[in-house]
């Protein structure tokens, strides 16, 4: 018996001569590197054969066929690049026979025939049943054992999905629809048959039964993006309905308090942050990410049927879109008391810890996710510390200003000129047990480089102020920037402990103006160097 030893050169003939026998009809072999590895596993001497699926079969969907013929038999796919259908299959055998494969390739095509006879069954079976009625079938479907059902888990998504939607540019209609269907297909007996097929089979039924596009499209796309390198959905319905879906999970896993330990993560809540993460940041999307898991915190800990659910929806969203202490969330309190429902407390009496515990751990994961796009963890530190930093769009803008900022000379020396003058402050107040926060005396200047100082002062704070004002970060460093000589020069000429007690204390409020400016950008005690 022949034996090709190297596994990678038998991926590899086997690669060339499939791709070889598909040009030759004018077809293309459908790219499955684990699959191709995975046979090259199985054979010894591989010897290539195609063959084609039988015309009855050929109108089911593609990702039907091609997991099929991957899961049951371990076939490679074969394309018609002019239609995208599946059309044939390719078969490796594991020795060479007299008549050239064709008693295997018969064999192969029997047994393929069978398993996609079972597939069409499953497919007409579920045309059959329309999606309102496969979703019906998930209420009596148990999501954890503390959480709900998968009934009472679409119906908190369909709620938040419509509160996000204006925020992300979605019809509301469409958002609360689409995720009331987005996940009908797991009671399908498509799914049942091929998990993977989830969400790409509730887009294939939502089609057949002529639900929008939108809709249809938000049921494979709201489970986007899967990982780093996933691709993110951008079509504003499934953008509301995928960040729904996983705001739930996580605030739903908080509310319980089943987080994440180390490396066990049973419900890759991990993962879902970083989708929350990358689909904001992918859209540009601007709002608070904390109000958004405020209001399902609530939902989870109110539970379902709740008293007044109007009132209730109603004053969810308000605090969606002006936050849980907003005036507009407030004055509807004031119908709540009158009806005094059992939720009321949760919502007057709001607890943070929850939302906060979530919004760090959301933190971190934006850490890791832009560190591992080369931004340095001091820089996130410093950005983080600062006031809006659940608008992420806002943060990261932040966060890669002050990154390009401290790579230029000025930036480098304006930042050891900052920690010299905490730290000269720092012992200072400690030594004397006060702190030196007010305002310093220009008229008390005595050098050249003191007065020049307090100018450099005047001129940043007032170029810093509309820079944050238009979120323009890169222009409020560039302020900064004009601190760095006057820093140097003062430092290089003036004694900060001066003779005269008086002076000594303008100079150290001098210093404290210095920290005080420059942390208006970022908080550049957690930069590390200088």
């Not at 099929?68 to 002019?82: E, G, T």
């Not at 904390?290 to 539970?303: K, Y």
């Not at 530190?381 to 230029?408: I, K, W, Y």
Request: proline content about 5%.
């Amino acid at each position: 018996a022949r034996v090709l030893l190297d596994p990678a050169e038998r991926a590899e003939r086997i690669r060339h001569d499939a791709t070889q026998l598909a040009f030759a009809q004018g077809l293309e072999v459908v790219e499955d590197e684990a699959l191709l590895a995975e046979i090259a596993g199985l054979v010894e001497w591989p010897v290539v054969l195609m063959g084609r699926i039988e015309e009855r079969f050929l109108d089911l969907p593609p990702e039907v066929l091609q997991t099929s013929m991957k899961a049951h038999q371990k076939f490679l796919s074969v394309r018609d690049p002019r239609s995208g259908r599946i059309v044939g299959y390719v078969v490796v055998a594991n020795r060479e026979t007299a008549d050239d494969g064709a008693t295997i390739l018969a064999g192969n095509a029997r047994v393929l025939a069978a398993r996609l006879a079972d597939a069409a069954f499953f497919w007409e079976n579920d045309l059959r049943m329309p999606p309102e009625a496969m979703a019906a079938k998930l209420d009596g479907v148990t999501f954890h054992n503390r959480l709900g059902t998968q009934g009472e888990r679409i119906a908190r998504i369909a709620a938040l999905a419509r509160e996000i939607a204006p925020l992300v540019g979605a019809d509301p209609d469409l958002a609360e629809r689409a995720a009331r269907l987005a996940k009908a297909d797991l009671a399908s007996e498509m799914v049942y048959e091929f998990p993977e097929l989830q969400g790409v089979m509730g887009r294939y039924y939502s089609g057949r039964a002529g639900e929008d596009p939108s809709v249809a499209a938000a049921a494979q796309e709201h489970y986007s993006p899967l990982g780093p390198s996933d691709r993110v959905p951008d079509a504003p319905v499934s953008v509301a309905v995928a960040l729904a879906d996983k705001i739930d999970l996580l605030t739903g896993f908080w509310a319980i308090d089943e987080k994440p330990t180390g490396s066990k993560d049973p419900f890759a809540l991990r993962r879902a942050a970083l989708g929350v993460i990358r689909l904001i940041l992918t859209s540009g999307l601007r709002f608070s990410v904390d109000r958004l898991i405020d209001a399902q915190v609530l939902r989870h800990q109110i539970g379902r049927d709740p008293a007044e659910p109007a009132l209730l929806l109603r004053i969810l969203q308000a605090s969606v879109a002006d936050g849980m202490f907003g005036a507009s969330t407030r004055a509807l309190l004031v119908p709540a008391e009158a009806a005094g429902p059992d939720w009321l407390g949760l919502i007057r009496d709001h607890d943070p810890t929850i939302s906060d515990d979530l919004r760090g751990f959301l933190h971190d994961r934006l850490k890791v996710y832009l560190r591992d796009q080369g931004i340095r963890h001091d820089v996130i530190d410093a950005c983080l510390a600062m006031p809006g930093n659940c608008d992420l769009v806002l943060l990261v803008a932040r966060v890669r200003a002050l990154q390009d900022f401290l790579g230029t000379d000025d930036g480098a020396n304006l930042l050891a000129g900052y920690k010299r003058a905490v730290n000269i402050l720092s012992q200072e107040e400690k030594k004397d047990g006060v702190e030196y926060s007010l305002d310093p005396h220009p008229s008390l200047a005595e050098t050249d480089a003191e007065r020049a100082l307090f100018t450099a002062l005047d001129a940043a704070e007032v170029a810093i102020a509309p820079a944050l004002d238009a979120e323009d970060f890169a222009g409020a460093m560039t302020a900064l920037a004009g601190l760095r000589g006057p820093i140097d020069a003062f430092f290089d000429t003036t004694i900060v402990n001066a003779e005269s007690e008086i002076v000594r204390r303008n100079r150290l409020c001098l210093l404290h103006r210095i920290r005080t400016v420059m942390n208006r950008v970022a908080v550049f005690s957690a930069v590390e160097g200088g």
